[in-house]
């Protein structure tokens, strides 16, 4: 168990959830990747929760376990010599801080481009005592995860019959993607200062609410608890954990290139656990120069866009200078934007 050197926890966002739920949601859509009934399953999920689970998704568990221990490994350091690795700008260690305008969390991070070249700079300055073990576990990881990605993204198009079927996995596999890979470690929280802050049910916020800009993302954590999803009517639901599958999220992206049909899932994590959680986060991106608009082989006759068309740069951009919470498509809505 790792316990960090951390400020006073009342540092720290706390919420207290309006609706709260009793014990994990256990109706998260599963999805086995060599089912059959595979694509249909995806498209309902993401229309209805914008969150699945899949197994069956041919990840090696011997090349997950191996990541994981690297990151560990790290996390376990000095925080002298973590601090040295960063801090992110917008890639490197984090610690706290989340992003520019002022959110906090019960975290640290490492955030890495997908660029091979540049993860394995990287990796030199992070894992000092194996960089080359750690550089081909993450290229490897990554690889199989953008691949188990684009499966899955080629599935939903075969599904809805959007020709090509590659109009949406091209962009992950583009060699101008602007995709990342985060590394997130939520510290076990000293059990005195946990009550302390559970007065009136509150929690500790390790990752605040937010949607996802990119199209999709994968997450895979250990057997920890913390991973939370908002449902339709606003109810916050626990995520069951399960650390040898992976869950997906709809991106804002995706929400916009199927006008709506799709919904980007707010999620969050709470730090609610004397365990320490870690988890990896592949966030599948588009080109910067990519224009952000429905697919017009999924718009219907006579239906029009709900958002404004706009570049993935320009949208980044955007999100970029707002809070977690914020709610980032709202100004490219044409009824209810800017």
């Not at 899955?152 to 949406?168: A, S, Y």
Request: charged content about 25%; some cysteine.
């Amino acid at each position: 168990m790792v316990v960090l050197s951390q400020p006073a926890l009342e540092d720290f966002s706390v919420i207290k959830t309006c609706k709260p739920t009793s014990g994990l949601f256990n109706d998260i859509p599963v999805i086995d990747l060599k089912d059959f009934k595979a694509k249909t399953r995806i498209v309902e999920a993401c229309e209805e929760f914008g969150f699945f689970k899949v197994i069956n998704h041919g990840v090696s568990m011997e090349l997950v376990a191996k990541l994981e221990s690297e990151a560990v490994q790290f996390f376990k350091l000095p925080q002298g010599d973590k601090d040295r690795a960063g801090p992110p700008n917008p890639f490197g260690y984090g610690n706290k801080r989340i992003g520019p305008n002022g959110d906090v969390g019960w975290v640290e991070y490492l955030l890495f481009g997908t660029n091979p070249e540049f993860i394995s700079q990287k990796s030199l300055s992070i894992f000092q005592q194996s960089p080359e073990g750690f550089r081909c576990a993450v290229n490897e990881y990554i690889s199989a995860v953008r691949e188990m990605m684009c499966e899955v993204l080629e599935m939903v198009t075969d599904e809805l019959k959007i020709e090509p079927r590659n109009v949406l996995s091209r962009m992950l596999r583009d060699e101008k993607s602007d995709s990342f890979f985060r590394l997130n470690h939520y510290p076990a929280i000293p059990f005195s200062e946990l009550q302390a802050v559970r007065v009136s049910g509150r929690n500790v916020v390790g990752f605040g609410e937010h949607t996802d800009p990119q199209i999709i993302s994968a997450v895979r954590s250990n057997n920890t608890t913390g991973l939370q999803i908002s449902l339709r009517d606003g109810a916050w639901v626990s995520v069951p954990p399960d650390h040898h599958s992976f869950f997906i999220n709809v991106g804002d992206s995706l929400e916009v290139m199927t006008n709506g049909r799709f919904k980007s899932v707010r999620h969050r994590v709470l730090a609610d656990s004397l365990k320490s959680r870690v988890s990896m986060v592949y966030f599948g991106g588009p080109p910067l120069g990519e224009k952000i608009t429905p697919l017009p082989s999924l718009m219907e006759e006579g239906e029009e866009s709900l958002y404004k068309e706009f570049t993935w740069c320009e949208y980044k951009n955007s999100a970029y200078k707002t809070r977690l919470g914020d709610n980032r498509l709202r100004l490219y809505e044409k009824n209810g934007g800017n």
